[in-house]
Nanobody, 121 residues
Framework: QVQLVESGGGLVQPGESLTLSCVATGTIFSIENMAWYRRAPGKQREFVAGVTNAGSTDYADSVNGRFTISKDNGKNTLYLQMNSLNSEDTAVYYC???????????????WGQGTQVTVSS
């Protein structure tokens, strides 16, 4: 049973940075394809960033150039470095794990409970 636990969310002001973490258990982390999704108020959950077990990355257009996804196989941990945050980034951020990647923007696999990120002045 794969379990994912997110942390690092909080309240920040526009323009500031925040780093999210996701610790995975119940799987061999190095073979998993990992991603971050988010759900903003009034919107459906959307893809933010993903990294395959081979290290290939993909980003949503809205965060490309501002966010960086990375992982530490030794710590079984996925990270999302978020820079230049704005109000549009306010959402619950979810960690996702899947064994195969066909389309990052199709929901499947395992999910964490989410961590709240609020960007407000």
């Amino acid at each position: 049973q794969v379990q994912l636990v997110e942390s690092g969310g909080g309240l920040v002001q526009p323009g500031e940075s925040l780093t999210l973490s996701c610790v995975a258990t119940g799987t061999i982390f190095s073979i998993e394809n990992m991603a971050w999704y988010r759900r903003a108020p009034g919107k459906q959950r959307e893809f933010v960033a993903g990294v395959t077990n081979a290290g290939s990355t993909d980003y949503a257009d809205s965060v490309n150039g501002r966010f960086t996804i990375s992982k530490d196989n030794g710590k079984n941990t996925l990270y999302l470095q978020m820079n230049s945050l704005n109000s549009e980034d306010t959402a619950v951020y979810y960690c996702n794990s899947r064994r195969f990647v066909v389309n990052w923007r199709v929901d499947h696999g395992y999910w964490g409970q989410g961590t709240q990120v609020t960007v407000s002045s």
